[in-house]
């Protein structure tokens, strides 16, 4: 029977990495309910959400790729709260998902990146005209939080900078969402950064990597054996200073997530990056 004191939560991408390990963390959460857990992996249909992500007993939520019919159940359960979309997907796909999520008053908890600044604009206008929460976080764990802080008052000190994220090989888009989030933070102080001292030339394109906002430069790596790592270098004459974070599981992204889930309830728009809401 439901429970009107629960969050009923789809997770969007349950079969995937990060997808698995919401799985579990929404299952062990006191006050949630995994009612839906869509893939499009042909070879995960049908399988118990819980047993793919290793609980040890099944959730009973079986895998499938049916979402809109998922989103539109979820809708109509009026004993419950209303019903969040966490979803780790993939770039191609996060915009329509999150669309069809708000369409059926579903509140939208994005970790996906790879969305372009146009595809962010629509969901926020799209989000602001449904007055339903949406969150879009390119980043879940705190330690990133705090990263991006300290590089924002690095900033006001240093004038050269550069940004290094390195991840596993299959990761589909680059540079990172964090990364982009990174440079946006430090853009958004302000002043050009990395003025050219002299004139340079790429003898092989994109040696010196891509250039973000206010001349902020952002190199991307892609090793097996890599989960999720960002430096952020600041240099001046004499000096250098290093910042850096290293994701060693992403059990790390679990407490950002459900913190997500709980916040999006008490918005009618969309919100950006995991600081706003802590
Ligand atoms: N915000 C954050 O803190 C973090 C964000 N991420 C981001 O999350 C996303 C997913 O990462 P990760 O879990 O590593 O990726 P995975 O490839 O491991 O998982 C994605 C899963 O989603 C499935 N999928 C693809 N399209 C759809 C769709 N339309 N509907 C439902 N399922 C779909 C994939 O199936 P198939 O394999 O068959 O395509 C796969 O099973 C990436 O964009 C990544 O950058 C990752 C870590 C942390
Ligand atoms: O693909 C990943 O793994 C990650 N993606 C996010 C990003 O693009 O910033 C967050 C984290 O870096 C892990």
Same mark, same amino acid.
């Given at each position: 029977?439901?429970?009107?004191? !629960? ?8 079969? #995937?990495? %990060? ?34 992500? #290793? ?14 019919? %998922? ?51 629509? !969901? ?11 969150? $879009? ?17 690095? *900033? ?38 990395? *003025? ?29 054996? $890599? ?26 992204? %679990?407490?950002?997530? !459900? ?7 008490? !918005? ?11």
């Amino acid at each position: 029977m439901a429970n009107q004191n !629960l969050i009923p939560v789809i997770v969007s991408g349950a079969a #995937g990495k %990060m997808g698995r390990e919401v799985v579990k963390a929404v299952a062990q959460a006191p006050d949630m309910s995994l009612m839906g857990a869509i893939d499009t992996s042909p070879e995960h249909q049908g399988k118990d959400a819980g047993e793919l992500a #290793g609980l040890s007993e099944p959730l009973e939520v079986p895998i499938t790729n049916q979402l809109e019919p %998922m989103l539109g159940y979820v809708a109509g359960e009026r004993q419950m709260q209303p019903g969040v979309m966490v979803d780790f997907t993939h770039p191609d796909a996060v915009y329509d998902n999150v669309r069809s999520a708000i369409a059926y008053g579903i509140r939208p908890v994005v970790g996906t990146t790879g969305l372009s600044p146009e595809q962010i604009e629509d !969901l926020a206008s799209f989000a602001d005209k449904a007055s339903t929460g949406c969150l $879009l976080i390119p980043n879940f764990s705190i330690g990133m939080v705090l990263l991006q802080q300290a590089a924002v008052t690095a *900033s006001q000190y240093f004038d050269h900078v550069e940004i290094i994220e390195l991840h596993h090989n299959q990761k589909a888009d680059a540079p990172s969402g964090t990364a982009i989030q990174t440079a946006q933070m430090l853009a958004e102080m302000g002043k050009t950064f990395n *003025s050219a001292i002299v004139k340079e030339t790429e003898k092989l394109p994109g040696a010196r990597g891509s250039v973000a906002d206010e001349g902020i430069r952002i190199h991307s790596i892609r090793l097996p054996g $890599l989960i999720a790592h960002q430096e952020v270098i600041f240099g001046a004459p004499g000096q250098i200073y290093t910042l850096r974070h290293d994701t060693s599981d992403r059990s790390a992204y %679990m407490p950002g997530v !459900l913190l997500a889930i709980r916040k999006v309830l008490q !918005l009618k728009s969309l919100v950006y990056g995991l600081e706003k809401i802590l």
